[in-house]
């Protein structure tokens, strides 16, 4: 015997969710916020009912010239949503003071995140080990030394492990490069 599935009467003009949404799993969303108002996006939406995960680790930071431990975002600028989104939705999650947009072409045609990445995040979050925002960096990218004797040096990177890579500048005139072994912690896209 075939599933039952609901199906919903639309107003004209809107798109039916995407076939997940219909069968009642929403899909973990991107809300872009503006710099320094994540917390301020997660509290509001979070007021209103909606299901935000907002990823924090402990860290170092400077306040009034003093060091101290606090609470910052894994991802910048960003806060991820589960909830199934029509229109009157997007448009309530939009009214949000902070928030920039919803990741994606449309409101009907959304970005998602899959629940195995945000599943791997939250353990990251919910165990007592050490952890911290990464630059995501590809090998073949342009990058920027950020610390050390090298600093603000730019190259390639050639071979990037967790740890260390080869970093490669090139004379373009001469058709020549040179190559160093970097810490890839120092990195930053170019």
Known sequence: MPALVRVRKTKGG???????????VPRWRVLWTRSNCEQLVHDQLAAKGFDLFFPTAEAWSRRGGVRVRARVPLFRGYLFMRHAIDKLTYLEIR??????????????????????????VQRLVRTDIPIFPYPYLREGQRV???DGPLADVEGLLVRGHPKKGVLVVSVELLQRSVAVHIDCTHLEAA
């Open 95 to 120: 009214k949000a003071r902070g928030v920039v947009r919803v990741l994606g072409e449309t409101w009907d045609r959304l970005d998602a995140v899959p629940d195995s990445e945000i599943d791997a």
């Open 14 to 24: 809107e798109a039916l969710p995407e076939t997940a949404e219909r069968l009642g």
């Open 144 to 146: 920027r030394i950020t």
